[in-house]
């Protein structure tokens, strides 16, 4: 695989292999999603009195939008915990990403503002040694591939970004 893993390719590994191959073979179909830009909006506008110590992290190609480096605590905010699992795994794989780079100890916190729910997230041996290197394992072998993955219909099908390119 040329291109680093992302979390992205976390994300479409583990909720579609048709959009993980299409994503990375360069189609970025989240730019005219109505979905994603809520998803957005959501984020900017939950925690308007949260305290400024929230910084960015750019860790090359993992790019964390909300890091308390006092607290080490990684933030994300979701429109919704219907993909709660996916939520988990991207947050373990910037925990992971974090370690690799020499920052160790951090948790991580996913917020849901809608349900006034939260989750914390904390990287196991097992994720590290295992579950982690077996993701990216696998997103080679799919983005290597020469053929898009044939289509399986789930049940979030419809709201997704990618849905005009497997259905129309």
């Not at 100890?105 to 097992?126: A, D, F, M, N």
Request: aromatic share 8%; net charge positive.
């Amino acid at each position: 695989m040329n291109a680093p893993i992302t979390a992205s390719h976390i994300t479409y590994l583990l909720s579609c292999h048709r959009k993980l191959w299409l994503h990375h073979k360069q189609m970025r179909m989240e730019d005219n999603s109505a979905n994603v830009a809520i998803g957005k909006l959501i984020d900017k506008t939950s925690y308007k009195r949260r305290v400024s110590r929230w910084k960015q992290l750019d860790l090359d190609s993992v790019k964390i939008d909300h890091f308390d480096p006092r607290a080490k605590l990684v933030k994300e905010t979701k429109k919704s915990p219907k993909l709660e699992r996916v939520h988990i795994a991207q947050l373990k794989y910037y925990l992971y990403r974090m370690e690799l780079e020499g920052i160790a100890g951090v948790r991580g916190l996913i917020e849901y503002p809608r349900q006034k729910r939260t989750r914390e997230v904390e990287l196991t041996r097992t994720d590290r040694e295992a579950i982690i290197p077996g993701w990216e394992a696998e997103i080679e072998r799919i983005t290597a591939m020469e053929n898009c993955p044939e289509l399986v219909v789930k049940s979030y099908c419809k709201q997704c970004a990618f849905y005009e390119l497997c259905y129309v």
